[in-house]
């Protein structure tokens, strides 16, 4: 979609905050080993994992080696001389000019000419106070004079728990920083497949024209999860709830990539523009009755052997907080009014799945149905389906006659599989967005407006839900396609939620 893959072409030092977390192990650390094994370094790459409790390099390379890939083992050796540990004490303003002179001294004589990515992978709450302390130890200022000794600063989500709290977020911030040098991360804008929706829309041109109400009767978002919660995710979880964790953030890049208008450009600004006029256009939730018509919130019970939300560890037993939510959303502009966009997620469903289905309007005129043959003939809309994952694909489905004397129509699709026309892993999303950090491209990130405007949407909704009189979440059985209210939301459109078939 962007410019060519991004690789490193400067000395580089990585220094992660939150070392003995379970990102930087599950997720960071492989993606730099499989960019090494990319051959992705035209330069020297150091990486300093810092934490707070005291450790060796020795013994974080000793702790990390069980999460490379048997098959890269020879890259992690050529690498690991340059993986260092730095423990942070108590975060004090002598322990980070601490940190500022190590990583000099590891520079050694690139110290002035190498760039640095900082990267919090650490919990939100300590996402402002690191910021402070890297920028009063004046490790945040890079030198106009020198573009290679960059700075800058990748940010995990949630970026805030609501408006007020992104907006403050971002205050801080720019406080330090310059917008470029800010890269708040979603990791779903990493992946290929989600990469590739603007690449469809914009490097093909059949499609574009039709792109509009005058065409779509309604577009779907599904991000369907059999994950419930894992790996000690329950305290995180409930204070969070499907519309902080999923909607806030991967529903709504998916939900922009498919409404924006074309950029100008593929430039971040350019792109993120486009972006945040999508949000802008989409409209909250004016009060509660419009949420509780328009939005359907679950909760997952015991089934099949599985636990139920609330006896999950680290959940409240009385916990009113989503595992599942769908949404029929609205976009004010001239494409889109009238529209209706369907958006789901939710943990223990019975498949996982994420697909966008672009629903076309029916014909005007149905020539070929007669009441006998309702059920075989009935006209299907149209639809293009993204396949995000699993089995990666794009599925365009029609009506053909079936042969015969008859005009018995069916519904038949074309398809492309990623599998098929590119054999082969692609690269791990953490990849994609490290190295474009690295490279100062910063499209597949979120610009801070844009994260505000997403929550002003996601807040509308929880206002609702908090009103007086608001209904409780309805319950699903674990392993089951969520709520039954849900297919409520499709009233007067053709069409129902997919299956992921
Ligand atoms: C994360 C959420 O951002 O995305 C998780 O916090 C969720 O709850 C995950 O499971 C889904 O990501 P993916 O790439 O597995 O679809």
């Known amino acids: 979609m962007l410019s060519p893959p991004a690789s490193v072409q400067v000395p580089t030092q990585i ?9 930087t192990g599950r997720k960071l650390i492989p993606a730099i080993v499989d960019a090494a094994c990319r051959r992705a370094f035209n330069a020297p790459v150091q990486v300093i994992g810092v934490d ?31 993986v260092h540990y730095h423990a942070i004490g108590d975060g004090s303003a002598t322990a980070f000019a601490h940190l ?21 992978a ?58 470029e040098q800010i890269y708040r991360i979603d990791h779903y804008l990493g992946k290929e497949t989600v990469q590739n929706i603007l690449a469809f829309r914009f490097e093909n041109a059949i499609f574009e024209p039709i792109w509009s109400s005058q065409h779509v009767e309604s577009v779907e978002i599904s991000v369907c999860e059999t994950l419930g919660m894992e790996s000690g995710r329950g305290k995180y979880y409930d204070s969070a709830g499907a519309l902080r964790d999923m909607v806030q953030n991967h529903l709504m890049q998916l939900l922009c990539l498919v409404a924006m208008e074309p950029p100008t450009s593929l430039d971040a600004e350019s792109v993120r523009t486009e972006k945040v006029k999508v949000l802008k256009s989409l409209e909250s939730f004016e009060d509660p009755q419009d949420v509780w018509r328009n939005v359907v919130r679950g909760q997952y ?10 006896a999950e560890d680290g959940v409240a037993g009385d916990s009113e907080t989503e595992s599942y939510v769908a949404i029929r959303a609205r976009i004010h502009n001239w494409r889109w009014a009238g529209v209706p966009f369907f958006l789901r997620t939710g943990k223990r469903l019975h498949k996982r799945y994420s697909e966008i289905v672009v629903r076309f309007r029916v014909p005007p005129a149905d020539l070929f149905s007669g009441p006998a043959l309702a059920d075989v003939c009935r006209l299907r809309p149209n639809s293009l389906v993204f396949r995000i994952q699993p089995d990666e694909g794009i599925r365009l489905s029609f009506m053909v006659k079936q042969p015969g004397l ?12 990623y599998k098929d026309l590119f054999p082969g892993d692609s690269p791990d999303p953490y990849q994609r967005l490290l190295l474009d950090a690295v490279a100062g491209q910063a499209t597949l990130f979120i610009r801070g407006d844009e994260a505000e405007a997403a929550w002003r949407f996601a807040d509308s909704i929880r206002a609702g839900w908090t009103a007086k009189g608001a209904p409780p979440p309805v319950t699903y059985p674990s392993g089951s396609s969520g709520p039954e209210l849900a297919d409520e939301l499709f009233h007067g459109c053709e069409g129902v939620w997919g299956t992921g078939a």
């Open 15 to 23: 220094v992660i905050f939150g070392a003995s977390g379970d990102l």
């Open 122 to 179: 650490l919990r939100p709450s300590l996402f402002a106070g690191t910021i402070e302390s890297l920028a009063n130890a004046g490790m945040l200022k890079d030198d106009p004079l020198r573009i290679e000794s960059w700075r800058r600063v990748v940010i995990e989500k949630p970026f805030g728990t609501d408006l007020a709290t992104a907006q403050w977020l971002n205050l801080t911030l720019r406080r330090h920083l310059r917008e």
């Open 406 to 417: 008859g005009h018995i129509m069916r519904q038949a699709t074309l398809g492309f599989d």
């Open 100 to 120: 500022r002179r190590h990583l000099d001294e590891l520079a050694g004589p690139m110290k002035h000419v190498v760039g640095r990515l900082f990267h919090l």
């Open 52 to 82: 707070l409790r005291p450790l060796s390099s020795e013994a974080w390379r000793e702790e990390l080696q069980p999460k490379i890939a048997a098959s890269q083992a020879h890259i992690w050796q050529e690498l690991a001389p340059n």
């Open 301 to 310: 019970v015991a089934a099949g052997g599985e636990t139920g939300y609330l």
